[in-house]
């Protein structure tokens, strides 16, 4: 599904990824852990090709097609999604027609994906204003079912919900990622930020990685990297990376 290969990014000439290696397949779901500030959302929205983000080297193919240049309207046709740690106000866009343009289909669509997870009240509102943390969240996460993204990116999805909205949270990635079937029959995959490993309550995560200074350190079983850095914090992480293997 996913291939990066020897990932090199800079910002407005700074040098964020240094190097990143990363493979997905289809149907497996991967978390993403590491610091404040180390490059995960960088990593992201590299992934869907926003323009601040240059590659410098390296490249990224997504079912096999080089994706590195693309630009991000086509990399969302192609079917890579993504919902933002921070999603934007938008003035004069109603949540509606968003979710209408999201699914490609009717009004119909929009409105039975609201119906689902009782979001009918947002429709006709501009987008995120004056919405609560929690329900920003929500309406990234109903744009993405609307879309339903063959490689689904979720940056901090649990960031500013509260208890209660996170088991609705929780039900919805496992509906982007098709946790209700069998392994073997799910060809959607995912690329999942976590600093709470919340998401580990709701569904199985294949492998996980820590993201360090631009650079992944390691690779592993998600609920143990979890426990390790709970325990540790990332110190270790910055240990391994700096000793010399
Ligand atoms: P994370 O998501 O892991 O917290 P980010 O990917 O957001 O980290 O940021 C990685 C680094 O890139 C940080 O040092 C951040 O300050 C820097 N950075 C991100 N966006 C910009 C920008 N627009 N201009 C300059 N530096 C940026
Ligand atoms: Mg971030």
Redesign the pocket.
Known sequence: MLQIEDLWVT??D?E?LKGINLEIQAGETHTLF??????????L?TLMGFA?YKVVQGQILFKGTDITQMPTHERARLGLGLAF?RPPTIRGVKTRDLLQVCSGKGRQAAEALAFDYDFEGFLEREINYGFSGGEIKKSELLQLLAQDPALVLL?EPESGVDLENLQMVGEIIRRLLQKERRRVDRDKSGLI?THTGFILNYLNADKGHV?CD?QIACHGIPREILEHIKEQGYEECVRCLTTPK
């Open positions: 910002i407005e700074k964020v590491g610091k404040n500030g180390s490059g995960k959302s960088t990593l929205m601040r740690q940056d930020i993201m631009g």
